[in-house]
């Protein structure tokens, strides 16, 4: 089992940034892909952004430019870098991990527990 803790969320005005933060425990070694969804209320969880153990990244078209995700394989933690943030990315955002060697899109089989960020305007 892999059990993963984020850090990071709270509350900024629109155009603010934060950072995510996620940290790997358990069987680390299975680890292929790491990645952040977020749930907004009433709306199903997406996949916003994910890398690979080497370096391949995937981004959902309405964080491109303004997302960047980054992780350390040796410490086993993911990050999420949010710039230009705005109202419609405020949702609970969710680490995850992947297994399965297919690419940063996932599938995902590990989650968090999450973390708020909300957006002011």
Do not use: H
């Not at 892909?33 to 907004?40: D, T």
């Not at 078209?61 to 405020?90: A, C, H, I, W, Y």
């Amino acid at each position: 089992q892999v059990q993963l803790a984020e850090s990071g969320g709270g509350l900024v005005q629109a155009g603010g940034s934060l950072r995510l933060s996620c940290k790997a425990s358990g069987r680390t070694s299975v680890i292929y892909s790491m990645g952040w969804f977020r749930q907004a209320p009433e709306k199903q969880r997406e996949l916003v952004a994910g890398i690979t153990t080497d370096g391949g990244t995937y981004y959902a078209d309405s964080v491109k430019g303004r997302f960047t995700v980054s992780r350390d394989n040796t410490k086993n933690t993911g990050n999420l870098q949010m710039d230009s943030l705005k109202p419609e990315d405020t949702a609970v955002y969710y680490c995850a991990a992947s297994e399965y060697g297919l690419g940063a899109r996932g599938p995902y089989n590990y989650f968090g527990q999450g973390t708020q960020v909300a957006v002011s305007s």
